[in-house]
């Protein structure tokens, strides 16, 4: 059981905008920054969002974060065949002292 | 650039305990002050799991429904930086990842996030 909570799955057609959730609580996403990571089929997850909204260099513009309370959205637009992938979402917990995650969203490109 | 590499068994025994080395390249622990160095795992199709965190001077943290069964060490001679679990189960069946951190000890996020590979490790009789 994940201690973020993300919808198990979501799906788009290319060109399309789709949004992936993640909530938590006060102690994690209601108070530290949230991240998302990218995970293709058989690879390491890769940083795709940092600190609610910063993407790494290399990152499209098409990928987008935000948060508010105790809940995140990454945003997807003009959506690709090669966003097909697992996306978690991460953040700091205060109480744990360490990272928590969610659980994962499959992302399927029909 | 920072490349990480975990090494170890890919399967161990039940009650048995695991050992896993990740040796960094492309630079030094002792040159990456502001970071802790992670072990991450992910049971096959499922999600990640923070396991814990060192920093290069040794302190750790550890997530507290494993602390138990943790221990994390560091060798910055050696470039290198080590997980063992003991009391294995069949739960703990996963690919293990090590990566950097790219949470500062200050706190700050930034955009320099390195993983290796991973290693998958079976725990079976």
């Known amino acids: 059981q994940s201690v973020l909570t993300q919808t198990p799955s979501a799906s788009g057609t290319p060109g399309q905008r789709v949004t992936i959730s993640c909530s938590g609580s006060s102690s994690n996403i209601g108070s530290t920054a949230v991240n998302w990571f990218q995970q293709l089929p058989g690879t390491a997850p890769t940083l795709l969002i940092y600190n609610n909204d910063e993407r790494p260099s290399g990152v499209p513009d098409r990928f987008s974060g935000s948060k508010s309370g105790t809940s995140a959205s990454l945003a997807i637009s003009g959506l690709q065949s090669e966003d097909e992938a697992h996306y978690y979402c991460a953040a700091w917990d205060n109480s744990l002292n360490g990272w928590v995650f969610g659980g994962g969203t499959k992302l399927t490109v029909l | 650039h920072l490349q990480l590499q975990e090494s170890g068994p890919g399967l161990v025994k039940p009650s048995e305990t695991l050992s896993l080395t990740c040796t960094v390249s492309?630079?030094?622990?002792?040159?990456?002050?502001?970071?802790?160095w992670v072990w991450i795992r992910q049971p096959p199709g499922k999600g990640l799991e923070w396991v814990g965190s060192v920093y290069y001077s040794g302190s750790t943290y550890y997530n507290p429904s494993l602390k138990s069964r943790v221990t994390i060490s560091i060798d910055p001679s050696r470039n290198q930086f080590s997980l063992k679990l003991s009391s294995m189960t069949a739960a703990d069946t996963a690919v293990y990842y090590c990566a950097r951190d790219f949470r500062t000890i200050s706190a700050v996020l930034t955009p320099q996030n390195y993983w290796g590979q991973g290693t998958l490790v079976t725990v079976s009789s």
């Open positions: 492309g630079d030094s622990i002792s040159r990456n002050p502001s970071y802790y």
